[in-house]
């Protein structure tokens, strides 16, 4: 058992008394027992008390209403006993034994006592309730009588404010027929919540005075080591006591009468009588409070510590999730801990699959981190952001927008250390905010840059500083080049609607990744629908002619004519290349039944 639960009540008197005489001693600043003089956490328990003392106690009978006359045999010293009768009157204070005498400052010169009407008949139960308005670790439940005591007595606990009962002790000269228990059964590690019925304390003598005492862990083999026993500790948690008195001792009358046939009313009748009743233990606060306090409403709560919250410190604050809670214990005091986000969030939760992973270390994942950030404790960049090396990572600032070229780059995602962003063919920069070396800026958002061509002697290539002026020329846009008609669909080789998905650069050439919706007219080898390749020549993409933007759809109708080496489409100046129309499907397919009935061979 630990040295806690054997403080005796001596030492809280001697306490008491040392504060008394020296008054000045409140005054001094007190350290904090929860914590060491270096800060560190340190077990710490509310001070050991009678819990009941001053409580409201629940009795199921008072004498007094109407006024009653009862008589006790009170035994003399060296002389016979004698029988000696008194009234009980609820409505004269001098007379009156109510409830609130089982909890009163009791004294030698104030003996108070509780006392149940006189009851003539068969035994009768007699209940006290105690409710203590919140949840104790309690080590004694004892009742000092001012009447016989009962032969036959129970003791009951609750631990949700009196919904459940469970048996706590039984007292009887008889276990088996009161109780359905046997005489002091032995308690083994597999039974420590079992409540045992014992014949001690059931005598009759003394007549007055006499004490009941139930120790909550005597006798229970976990009790050497409590703070490692769970069920120990919460056999000894409670809300309330109630005790039943079952069964009274009968005393006889003096010189062995038969008080029966007296035609005193008292006479062969029985009460019961208590004059303390108390309840030994601590505030429950699982070894994170050095005290209890009453809350605003009135409600007694602990003074948590250890970054624990709850009326019994049984949980940790907000934020504190990074290990789960613990009861402190003379070993390990299991603060709770904040998780680490690194001041980028304000929640986080607890997981017990990281927590072992960790060693038992750290379990906390951080909640909605900001300033950018992301990851279990915010300590890297999102998406979209990179970490700025000059500040710290617990700065607001740490992370900086990718800032990608919203042409040059090939995605807005950046390296999360470096900051770079990827960059289309022949863009270069740290933002792909520049042509690279040997290539040209283009008026083409899907090929910003162009390779600068060589120019060769022996082959007709456009320069590479012509004008805009020249790209005019060199298209030659023809009048109504957006409109489509059977004179064009006859005249080309293929006609398909794609969906342009992708885009890369091959040599001087650029290579489109296009998806066949449909097609109208393939001459030559049969297009299929799905994945395909359409080539453009980089110099015909630069001048725009055709114009073609990424994930848009196309009605493309070309010739088949050209490198056998690229397999797919071709499209070049002369291709009709125009963003997809859905009223032309109709269209199409107009032109389709018209090629079949030879429409085409007379265009």
């Not at 008609?485 to 005249?491: G, I, T």
Request: aromatic share 8%; charged share 25%; net charge positive.
């Amino acid at each position: 058992m630990s040295r806690a639960w054997r403080l005796p009540l001596s030492v809280c008197l001697l306490a008491a008394v040392a504060q008394a005489l020296n008054p000045f001693a409140v005054q001094q600043s007190q350290p904090d027992p929860c914590y060491e003089e270096n800060g560190t956490a340190r077990r710490c328990i509310p001070e050991f008390i009678n819990a009941a003392f001053g409580k409201e106690v629940q009795v199921s009978s008072t004498c007094g209403r109407p006024a009653s006359r009862s008589c006790s045999i009170t035994e003399r010293e060296e002389r016979p006993a004698v029988r000696s009768c008194q009234v009980c009157d609820a409505s004269e204070p001098r007379r009156a034994h109510p409830a609130s005498y089982l909890t009163d400052l009791n004294s030698a010169h104030n003996l108070t006592c509780w006392q149940s009407e006189n009851f003539h008949h068969s035994p009768q139960n007699v209940t006290l309730t105690l409710s203590l308005g919140k949840k104790f670790e309690i080590t004694y439940v004892s009742l000092q009588f001012c009447s016989p005591r009962p032969e036959s007595l129970a003791i009951y606990k609750s631990m949700d404010y009196g919904r459940n009962w469970t048996p706590y002790q039984f007292y009887s000269s008889q276990c088996r027929k009161m109780y359905n228990r046997p005489n002091k059964a032995a308690i083994t590690k597999q039974n420590e919540q079992e409540a045992l019925c014992t014949d001690g304390h059931t005598d009759l003598y003394p007549l007055s005075g006499g004490l009941i005492a139930f120790s909550t862990l005597d006798g229970r083999p976990s009790g050497k080591d409590f703070d490692n026993s769970p069920v120990l500790q919460d056999w000894v948690t409670v809300t309330d006591i109630r005790v039943v008195f079952s069964r009274p001792h009968f005393p006889r009358e003096p010189g062995g009468g038969g008080g029966g046939k007296d035609e005193d009313p008292a006479a062969g009748s029985y009460f019961y009588a208590v004059g303390e009743f108390q309840v030994g233990g601590r505030c429950k606060c699982n070894g994170h409070a050095a005290r209890c306090m009453k809350e605003k409403e009135g409600k007694l709560v602990c003074d948590c510590k250890h970054n624990t919250e709850g009326p019994e410190c049984d949980r940790c604050k907000p934020f504190h999730y990074d290990r789960p809670w613990q009861r402190a214990s003379n070993r390990e005091t299991n603060e709770c801990l904040a998780c680490n986000c690194n001041l980028h969030a304000r929640r986080c939760r607890f997981n017990m699959e990281l927590y072992k992973l960790s060693g038992r270390k750290s379990g906390g994942v951080c909640l909605n981190c900001r300033h950018n950030t992301a990851g279990r404790h915010c300590h890297y960049c999102k998406e979209g952001f990179y970490r700025d090396l000059t500040k710290t990572i617990t700065h607001r600032k740490a992370c900086k927008a990718c800032d990608c070229h919203p042409v040059g780059a090939a995605g807005k995602t950046c390296n999360q250390t470096t900051g770079q962003c990827p960059c289309k063919d022949g863009v270069t920069g740290i933002t792909c905010n520049r042509c690279a070396k040997g290539y040209q800026q283009s008026r083409s958002p899907v090929a910003p840059c162009i390779k600068i061509p060589v120019i060769s002697s022996t082959e007709a290539v456009v320069s590479s500083t012509e004008e805009p002026a020249d790209c005019e020329s060199y298209c030659k846009p023809v009048k109504g080049n957006l409109k489509i008609n059977m004179k064009k669909y006859c005249k080309k080789d293929y006609a398909v609607q794609v969906n342009v998905l992708d885009m890369e650069t091959v040599g001087d050439w650029a290579k489109f990744s296009v998806n066949v919706v449909t097609v109208y007219k393939s001459r030559g080898d049969p297009i299929k629908r799905g994945d395909h390749f359409l080539w453009i020549h980089m110099k015909d993409l630069a001048c725009k002619c055709p114009k073609i933007q990424m994930s848009k759809r196309f009605l493309v109708m070309g010739s088949t004519e050209g490198p056998s080496e690229r397999a797919g489409l071709l499209a070049d100046k002369n291709s009709v290349v125009i963003q997809w129309r859905d009223i032309w499907t109709r269209r199409l397919r107009k032109y389709q039944r018209k090629e079949k009935k030879g429409k085409c061979d007379t265009a």
